[in-house]
């Protein structure tokens, strides 16, 4: 027969056991809405994702494109050189965006659209997301700050 205390270790440790799984579990579920992936627009050209997606896109505003709509709405195309996927948003735009300049969109691609919820834009004059820079560099179009072309 075990004993007493043999008895009770065994249930703290199966219930610690169970506490730690239903806490991973709850971090996880709470997590999945906050992970989102960054695409260039090569690679939603590529492989677009599902509508249903929450992703952040990167690239260059293609110059010529923004078109201003009725209020806050605007339409622009976002391109790494490789591939130019349109963007639709509506709300404020920052103070730095601007034609040929880097940007960050979050949102769903939608019907060939990249709906966009939010965007970002660069900072200062040398300042472009690690992403986008890969993305650019993958297609050979990088620029850097002084204006040197980089290659792979």
Do not use: C, W
Request: glycine share 12%.
């Amino acid at each position: 027969m075990k004993s007493l205390k043999k008895q009770r270790r065994i249930q703290v440790i199966a219930v610690t056991f169970v506490a730690l799984a239903i806490s991973t579990a709850l971090i996880g579920y709470a997590m999945r809405d906050g992970i989102n992936f960054f695409y260039s627009p090569s690679q939603v050209a590529e492989n677009p994702p599902s509508e249903t997606e929450l992703f952040r896109i990167g690239g260059l505003v293609e110059v010529g494109s923004i078109v201003r709509g009725e209020g806050t709405e605007v339409a622009f195309s976002v391109t790494d050189g490789g591939a130019t996927i349109p963007v639709r948003y509506t709300g404020i735009l920052p103070d730095l965006f601007e034609e040929g300049q880097g940007m960050v969109g979050q949102g769903r691609y939608i019907n060939g659209t990249f709906e966009a919820v939010e965007i970002l834009a660069k900072h200062d004059e040398t300042y472009m997301p690690k992403e986008v820079i890969d993305a650019l560099k993958e297609q050979g179009t990088y620029v850097a700050p002084d204006g040197a072309p980089i290659t792979n």
